[in-house]
């Protein structure tokens, strides 16, 4: 079994409120889940406190049992600070040459190998 960390979609038409959930992978969006783990109200103000609530605790349990955040949802945990940024991979060059696929950090742009 696969634990995903998603949002599962509340609320009713046109006023969208979400809740952070750990789930089966192959359970529906808004179907079963083994673990409520926050919220966020994508119509509350960027700056408001009550946009998005979450269990630092329990995530952290949740990610180092293998639970695999989605993407929106790791966007989230990355601006609350609970996991460092995806590294950034260089393809190739406007030149035209192709080189091997090599990582870059996000934050300095060093080459890492």
Known sequence: ??????????????????RVVAADDKSRRDGKQIEVLGFYDPLQGK??????????????YWLSVGAQPTDSVENMLFRAGL????SMVVVGSKNGQQSTSQHVSPITGEILN
Do not use: Q, W
């Not at 700056?47 to 952290?60: G, P, T």
């Not at 996991?83 to 995806?86: A, L």
């Open 83 to 86: 996991i460092p940024p995806k």
């Open 1 to 18: 079994m696969t634990v995903k960390i998603r949002l599962a979609r509340f609320g009713c038409k046109h006023r969208p409120f979400y």
């Open 47 to 60: 700056e408001d406190a009550n946009r998005v609530s979450l269990k630092f605790d329990r995530i952290k």
